[in-house]
């Protein structure tokens, strides 16, 4: 992973805010979970889908790479691919 694709990541879990008439980009708190599983899925994926394990958990079964339904409706991102076993998948919709 190189500093480009970390920058992307930290961009689109930002959002625009007004201080003094300026914009600028803010993440707050409550995404810093989201953005931390971000890059270590784009840290480790690769190792954790050759072990067949979620790469969220390590625990279970990995399903087929799926679009993030969290990435998704968060930051309408529909590129980025997932493969987070069912249990995962529930708990990213229950955060929605």
């Known amino acids: ?12 879990a930002s959002v625009e805010v007004d201080i003094q008439g300026r ?3 803010a993440l707050f708190e409550t995404d810093f979970e989201r953005v931390a599983i971000e890059l270590v899925k ?7 889908s050759s072990s067949g394990k979620c790469s969220r958990c390590e625990v ?5 790479e799926h679009n993030c339904p969290y990435a998704e409706e ?6 980025s691919l ?6 995962c998948e ?3 919709c229950m955060d929605i």
């Open 74 to 79: 968060i930051n309408n991102d529909s590129d």
């Open 82 to 87: 997932c493969d987070c076993c069912s249990d």
């Open 23 to 25: 914009k600028h980009l």
């Open 60 to 64: 279970n079964d990995a399903q087929s």
């Open 42 to 48: 784009k840290l480790t994926l690769t190792d954790v």
């Open 90 to 92: 529930h708990e990213c």
């Open 1 to 12: 992973m190189n500093i480009p694709e970390i920058k992307e990541i930290l961009r689109q």
